[in-house]
């Protein structure tokens, strides 16, 4: 299975459009959050991802309407909006989990999880999926320009038990294109370039 990755789009549709223009040589699209910019425009790239043929998985980002991802997907044949949730394609379970994982800002658009919520909706991931995170795990992907690590501790914590095949996330733009593992589990902050994976 070939997998094309990105995350953090805001709003780019010169991006969104390479994204399209790839999708053909893709078996899954994998889109990691953050389609909008602070609550606003996330169609302005949606719309143009709808026109990919094969299934688009996707997880809300902290700057995304998590209610609007999920009603855009509803008229979207190929699209899967995973938040707490999963889906089985060609044998291979996804598993999504979106939004900025502690909260970090306390703006009205901030898309957020608690730690311990995040720890919850993790236990229903089925084991050896394809977690799809907005937020990395603590401590791997997730380097801020100060040097601090602005991850997710209930992410990090759930690798173990269950043996995540992959962790794909975004968020944290200093970090974008940085990789490591989590236990067993190879983690990449995609950032909005194309990203491609074996599976």
Same mark, same amino acid.
């Given at each position: 299975? &070939?997998?094309?990755?990105?995350?953090?789009?805001?709003?780019?549709?010169?991006?969104?459009?390479?994204?399209?223009?790839?999708?053909?040589?893709?078996? #899954?699209?994998?889109?990691?959050?953050?389609?909008?910019?602070?609550?606003? *425009?996330?169609?302005?790239?949606?719309?143009?991802?709808?026109?990919? &043929? #094969?299934?688009?998985?996707?997880?809300?980002? @902290?700057?995304?309407?998590? %209610?609007?991802?999920?009603?855009?997907?509803? !008229?979207?044949?190929?699209?899967?909006?995973?938040?707490? *949730?999963?889906? #089985?394609?060609?044998?291979?379970?996804?598993?999504?989990?979106?939004?900025?994982?502690?909260?970090?800002? !306390?703006? %009205?658009? @901030?898309?957020?999880?608690?730690?311990?919520?995040? !720890?919850?909706?993790?236990?229903?991931?089925?084991?050896?999926?394809?977690?799809?995170?907005?937020?990395?795990?603590? *401590?791997t992907a997730d380097l801020q320009t100060d040097g601090s690590h602005e991850g997710s501790v209930a992410i990090r914590n759930a690798a173990a038990d269950h043996q995540f095949k992959l962790i794909l996330c975004g968020h944290?733009?200093?970090?974008?294109?940085? @990789?490591?593992? #989590?236990? !067993?589990?190879?983690?990449? @902050?995609?950032?909005?370039?194309?990203?491609?994976?074996?599976?």
């Open positions: 299975m &070939k997998l094309l990755a990105f995350s953090d789009l805001h709003r780019d549709q010169v991006a969104a459009e390479m994204i399209v223009e790839a999708s053909g040589d893709a078996d #899954v699209i994998v889109g990691a959050g953050d389609f909008a910019t602070r609550g606003h *425009g996330a169609s302005d790239t949606l719309n143009i991802l709808m026109r990919c &043929k #094969v299934p688009v998985v996707l997880v809300h980002g @902290n700057h995304d309407d998590p %209610d609007e991802i999920s009603m855009f997907c509803e !008229s979207w044949e190929h699209g899967h909006y995973l938040h707490g *949730g999963s889906v #089985v394609i060609n044998g291979q379970s996804f598993f999504g989990l979106g939004g900025e994982i502690p909260s970090r800002n !306390s703006h %009205d658009w @901030n898309a957020t999880e608690t730690e311990a919520n995040a !720890s919850l909706l993790l236990k229903k991931c089925p084991k050896a999926s394809i977690l799809i995170s907005h937020t990395p795990p603590f *401590g944290i733009h200093n970090a974008w294109g940085m @990789n490591g593992t #989590v236990a !067993s589990a190879p983690v990449h @902050n995609l950032g909005p370039t194309l990203n491609w994976f074996d599976i």
